[in-house]
């Protein structure tokens, strides 16, 4: 290369546009300039690299060898600025679309209040919840941000937000006919309500067949609200999250926060969504609402 300037990468898109029209009376129109800018353009270009790139027939122009060598370059340079260009316009838009947000079912309708203050916030925002016992998986775009208490996938990043306590709970109705468990080693002797084996990784579930193996199962449930519902029916007494069940008048707790069941409720997201503004939106939302957040999800 000639000297120490570098060419103008922007020529490179007058030696594309000749290389895939074949002329320069096409490349210009394809550009929306003259003949003569795109000849300037190409003639400059060629001189800074000091090689020919393209070679003159009678029905226009064809490559050089050199320029075939570097069409691919030429091709990836102007994917990348293409990439470039939509990023901009994306963060230019910025603070408009949807923001999906998964969380278990029985928590959603404890965040009305706190999603209509971000609402009221971000007008153009809106967050929709997409609700799953199962993780939806974010790596895969099924969510954009998950409230988390529990294993959490390690690609994952985020911050804690806060308690995620479980307890046992037996409706009034239960108690007045089993009487309640005095310590854990007694739940041996009572009717439980556990996960199906859809849920059988769950924390709770391991616990419970570790603590009382041989109790009895009077139902089982593959979704926490199900397990809150088979409580309150008074069928048995289970393991509930303390945010959820304290919220129902007819349950008693009879065994307080259980250690081993004990987790952080956390934010999650993707790395590569992280930046992206309407996440960082949510996100600062979040961290702002600590209080209100700490209500709804430990309860």
Request: aromatic letters at 8%; a negative charge; proline letters at 4%.
């Amino acid at each position: 290369m000639h000297n120490d300037q570098m060419f103008e990468w922007s020529d490179l898109k007058y030696f594309l546009a000749v290389a895939r029209h074949g002329s320069t009376i096409a490349a210009g129109k394809a550009l929306g300039l003259s003949q003569s800018t795109v000849h300037r353009r190409l003639d400059e270009l060629e001189r800074m690299i000091g090689r020919q790139l393209v070679v003159r027939h009678p029905s226009g122009y064809r490559l050089s060898e050199f320029g075939e060598e570097l069409l691919p370059y030429a091709e990836r340079i102007e994917a990348a600025v293409q990439d470039l260009e939509r990023h901009v316009a994306d963060e230019s838009r910025n603070l408009t679309g949807v923001i999906r947000v998964t969380c278990p079912e029985p928590i959603v309708y404890r965040m009305s209040d706190l999603i209509e203050r971000f609402h009221a916030r971000y007008p153009e925002l809106r967050v929709e919840f997409v609700t799953s016992d199962r993780y939806l998986d974010i790596l895969k775009g099924e969510a954009d941000i998950a409230f988390r208490s529990g294993d959490t996938d390690g690609e994952m990043i985020g911050r804690k937000v806060a308690d995620s306590l479980w307890a046992v709970y037996a409706s009034r109705d239960y108690i007045a006919r089993h009487g309640r468990p005095e310590k854990v080693a007694d739940l041996a002797r009572h009717l439980l309500v556990c996960f199906d084996d859809t849920l059988a990784g769950h924390r709770v579930a391991k616990w419970l067949s570790e603590v009382a193996p041989d109790a009895t199962v009077s139902a089982r449930n593959n979704s926490v609200l199900g397990l809150v519902y088979a409580v309150k029916s008074g069928v048995g007494m289970g393991a509930l999250p303390t945010a959820v069940a304290d919220a129902e008048n007819d349950l008693v707790q009879v065994l307080g926060p259980i250690p081993e069941l004990s987790r952080d409720w956390r934010i999650l997201t993707h790395p590569d969504l992280r930046q992206v503004p309407r996440i960082a939106a949510f996100f600062d939302f979040i961290a702002e609402e600590r209080e209100a957040i700490k209500s709804i999800l430990t309860g």
